[in-house]
């Protein structure tokens, strides 16, 4: 392998066992490639916020190897450090500091020299310029979001992470932020990303990650979701119970309920053609009355939920499983 | 050996040093003051002499040398502890820093004080 297809980010067999014996992450394996937009998604205690904190050095792995630009981040942390910048969730700052010393501070830390005229940009892509000599804590929360990024973009990072940037942030501050984040990209940076915020992870995203239970349930392209996503449901209400479908109507692909009152037909909208007419005519030939019909349509959301939903029930099942043993 | 990071934590250190001067030399300065009054109205008129030397020349370097050590040490680990507890500490704990150059920064700084 050369150096050009190497991964920006591999993760490898990723495990965390908290002190108390919480399993936060179950062998996590991912690979991220260079100027990726990449949103994970996942309920509240996950395994989101560790992973990435595995991957920074703040919570030490138990097992498993994590690489960045083909440096292992124990062994070579300070290449990777210096290759990674990390907004965190929580609103932490140093009060008492102004906006300018913390930003040219977090650039020392990460061992760059001081460059006066990088801060200023990003302070200025930040909207944070006219508050450079403000003490961190007269600013809003907003700003103090913002303060973190420039505080994470202040060594030039070529990974950042984003862990739940939008959250408790206005509707065009938000918007600020993704066309923020999209430029960085434009400049080549990997983002890495969690987010609630599911329409926003599919806006910017070029693949979703879902996980649960510190395991990755699904990592895809946006496309591939979107194709799920353009997966609609027919639902027609019978007047008369049907025991079977008749042999004419077999071919649609037709689902009945147990009672025979209800038949679903699922197609994807996104192709040219959807087979309704035909269905509907079927229908009418062999002589099936229907007295409602309605079209549902699954969501990102959807099938997130979906997902969480399955994996859960799945882990549960496992433990009582274990437990009967 | 990144001394970027050394010298940002370093002057870092030194711009906290630099905002809390007033806390930190007025306000002991002023205790000093307090203990020296009540301590001397209270029991310094009845003791002449401590060991050999005068009560003057007994209280005021002990009072000075207790509130200069009690100073320098809670400054100096105060600016350790502080990020640990807001948790600004993520910071110091993802970047490319040795627990030598933490050391060396907090440390330096703190004896430059």
Redesign the interface.
């Given at each position: 392998m050369n150096a050009v297809d190497e991964p920006i980010l591999r993760v490898s067999n990723l495990s965390k066992t908290y002190a108390g014996g919480f399993e936060a992450l179950k062998d996590i394996s991912l690979e991220i490639q260079k100027g990726e937009i990449i949103a994970l998604l996942g309920p509240n205690g996950a395994g989101k916020t560790t992973l990435i904190s595995a991957i920074?050095?703040?919570v030490r792995p138990s097992s498993g190897q994590v690489t960045v630009a083909g440096f292992d981040i124990a062994r070579d942390?300070?290449?990777?450090?210096?290759l990674?910048g990390?907004v965190?969730q929580?609103l932490?700052?140093?009060?008492?500091?102004s906006v300018y010393?913390t930003v040219?501070?977090?650039?020392?830390?990460?061992?760059?020299?001081?460059n006066h005229a990088h801060l200023e940009k990003v302070l200025k892509d930040l909207s944070l310029w006219d508050k450079k000599d403000n003490k961190i804590i007269t600013l809003s929360g907003g700003m103090k979001r913002r303060l973190l990024i420039a505080?994470a973009l202040a060594h030039e990072p070529r990974v950042l992470f984003l862990d739940e940037p939008t959250a408790g942030v206005d509707v065009s501050l938000r918007k600020d932020m993704w066309k923020i984040v999209k430029e960085l990209r434009e400049s080549g940076v990997t983002i890495i990303l969690t987010t609630h915020y599911i329409e926003e992870a599919e806006e910017i995203a070029d693949r979703v990650g879902v996980i649960n239970n510190g395991e990755i349930i699904l990592i895809e392209s946006k496309t591939a979701l979107m194709q799920k996503l353009g997966k609609k449901q027919l639902i027609l209400d019978l007047s008369e119970s049907l025991s079977a479908l008749p042999a004419a109507i077999n071919r649609h692909d037709l689902a009945i309920s147990d009672d025979g009152m209800k038949l679903t037909y699922t197609f994807d909208t996104q192709s040219e053609r959807t087979g309704i007419t035909a269905l509907l005519d079927d229908l009418k030939a062999a002589g099936i009355q229907f007295r409602d019909l309605n079209t549902t349509q699954s969501s990102l959301e959807e099938i997130f939920v979906n997902l969480v939903d399955e994996s859960s029930e799945k882990n549960s099942a496992a433990v009582n499983g274990a437990a009967a043993e | 050996m990144n001394l970027h990071g050394v010298m940002a934590i370093y002057r870092f250190e030194m711009s906290r040093t630099r905002r809390t001067l007033i806390q930190s030399i007025v306000a002991p300065v002023i205790t000093t003051s307090l203990y020296f009054i009540v301590f001397g109205a209270a029991i310094g008129s009845r003791i002449q002499e401590v060991g050999g030397v005068s009560y003057g020349a007994f209280i005021v370097p002990g009072l000075i040398m207790l509130n200069l050590l009690t100073n320098s040490i809670s400054n100096a680990s105060f600016g350790i502890y502080f990020p640990k507890f807001v948790g600004t500490v993520y910071e110091l704990l993802s970047a490319p820093v040795s627990t030598f150059e933490v050391v060396l920064g907090y440390v330096g700084a703190a004896a430059t004080k």
């Open positions: 920074c050095g703040i942390y300070r290449k990777t450090r210096a990674i990390l965190p929580e932490t700052t140093d009060s008492f500091e010393n040219a501070f977090s650039r020392g830390l990460f061992g760059r020299a001081p505080k | -």
